[in-house]
């Protein structure tokens, strides 16, 4: 079982940064493959940003590239999220998720993650 526990959401003014946190339980944290989705009220849960355990490359939406920026710290078991430029267009619950067995090519779509965690809002004010 993994648990996955986000942190650092809250409320900015536009073009300002935060940088969401997510902390993963489970001694192989290390091979899991890390993403971050968002969900804005009414709209469907879409993809950010992802990173791969083994060569630690990243993916980003469109939307996003640029502006954020995904990171992992193994020795701490914790995947990143740094945004900047902020949009109001930003605001959402953003989840982080874990996907523990390789896949190529599966890291932007929501149903290949085995856990998720809680969410954290985002709210960006223009």
């Known amino acids: 079982q993994v648990q996955l526990v986000e942190s650092g959401g809250g409320s900015v003014q536009a073009g300002g940064s935060l940088r969401l946190s997510c902390a993963a339980s489970?001694?192989?944290?290390?091979?899991?493959?890390m993403g971050w989705f968002r969900q804005a009220p009414g709209k469907e849960r879409e993809f950010v940003s992802a990173?791969?355990?083994?060569?630690?490359?990243?993916y980003y939406a469109d939307f996003v590239k640029g502006r954020f920026i995904i990171s992992r710290d193994n020795a701490k078991n914790t995947v990143y999220l740094q945004m900047n430029s902020l949009k109001p267009e930003d605001t959402a619950v953003y989840y982080c998720?874990?996907?523990?067995?390789?896949?190529?090519?599966?890291?932007?779509?929501?149903?290949?993650?085995?856990?998720w965690g809680q969410g954290t809002q985002v709210t960006v004010s223009s």
């Open positions: 990173i791969t355990w083994r060569t630690g490359s990243t």
């Open positions: 998720a874990a996907r523990t067995t390789y896949c190529s090519g599966c890291l932007t779509i929501s149903r290949n993650y085995d856990y």
């Open positions: 489970g001694r192989t944290f290390s091979r899991y493959a």
